[in-house]
C-alpha cells in the first residue's frame, strides 16, 4: 500500500505523513511548506514535494487581505493554483490520495483516472453547517464579514461528492455530514492524536487559579463568552491566560474587558506551550465551530481538566464530569458555573486533570493515530 498526501500548509497531515512513512506505505507528501521545515516533522526529504511558491503567495495574502477583504478575497484564488500545481505531482504508482479539503479537487479527479483510491481530509464540520454557523455567529455580534468565498464552498462540495471517502476527526462533525446527507458509510471518524514525548506536565510555580485558552482569539473560538464569564465571575487570585494570535475582530472585546487578570500570550510555537499548559488550573474552549480542538488534548496531556463546547469535537475524548465537563455553545451561565466549580474545588481539579492525562495517553498519541488510519486505508482498498 502507497499513499500521497497533498495539503495546502500543514495542519495534522505532516503527522498523519510520518506515521505511514514509519510503517513504509508514504509514497509522496506534496506540501506548499519548505522542504527545510518539513523534515522537522521527521519526513525524508526523498519523500517531500514542496510547492514553496504558493505558500509565500497564501501567507502574502493573508497579510494583504486585512485590508482588501471589503473588496477581494483571495481564498479562492490560493485553493485553485495550489490544486492545479500540486495535481501534476502525483504518482502513478500510489494506491491512495488523501487531500486536504477545498484545495485538492483537481487532485481528486486525477488520482482517480490513474487508479487511486481517494480520501479527502476535512478538518471542520460541513462547509454548509460551518458557514451558516458562522454567519450567525458575525451576525451576532454585528459584524460583516464573508466567512467563506463562495466558490471555495462550491469547490468543496464537489470535493464531498467526488471523493471516495471522507475522513473527520469527531462525532460531531460526522453529524453535520449526515444532516447533509452524506452517507455514514462513506466517513471515517479518527480523533487527532497528541505527540506525548512533548505535551506533559511541569511543575506549576505558583497558587494563581488560572483558566487557560490556546489557539486564534476569534469569534470563531468564542472568546467574547469566555471574557464576559471570566470578568462576571472577578475572582480573587485567578487569572485568564489567552495564548495565540488576537484577530482584528476581537480586539474590541479585549478592550471592553480590559482587566490586569486577562493576560493575553504568544503566540508560542508548539513544542513550547507545555510550559504555559502546565501553569494553569482548568483548560477552556469555548469554540462556536471547530472539528476537533488539538490544543484539547494537549492540555489534557499536560494535566489539565477541560471545559469545552460540543461544537468543538470534544465529546469522543473527554469523559463528562471524570476529565471535564463539556457544555452547549454561547452559555456563558454555563461557563461560569464550571469555571466557579473548579475554582472551588481545587483537589477535584486536579484529580479530574490526572484522569484527563492518563486519558490521552492511552489511545490518543500520533502513533494511535496512524494505527487507525492505517486500518482504514486497509478498508479503504479491500472496499
Partial sequence: MKITISVLGRFHLFNLAKQLQDHNFLARLITSYPKFEVVKYGINPENITSLLSHEIHNRGWRQLSRITESFFNPQYMIFELYDRHASRHLMASSDIFVGLSSGCLYSLRRAR?????????RGSSHMLYQRKILEEEYRKFGLEKEVVHPKVVERELMEYQEADYISIPSHFVKETFI?????????IQTPYGVDLSNFHPVPKQDKIFRIIHCG???IRKGIPYLLQAFSELRLKDAELWLIGSITDEIKPFLRQFSSPAIVHKGPFPEPDLYRYYSQGSVFCLASIEEGFGMVTVQAMACGLPVICTTNAGAADIIREGRDGFILPIRDVDAIKEKILYFYENPEAGRNMGESARLRVQTGFSWSDYGHKMIAAYQNVLSS
Fill in 216 to 218: 486564534g482569539l476569534s
Fill in 113 to 121: 483516472r490513474m487508479g487511486a483510491k481517494t480520501v479527502l481530509e
Fill in 179 to 187: 444532516q447533509q446527507g452524506i452517507p455514514a458509510a462513506k466517513l
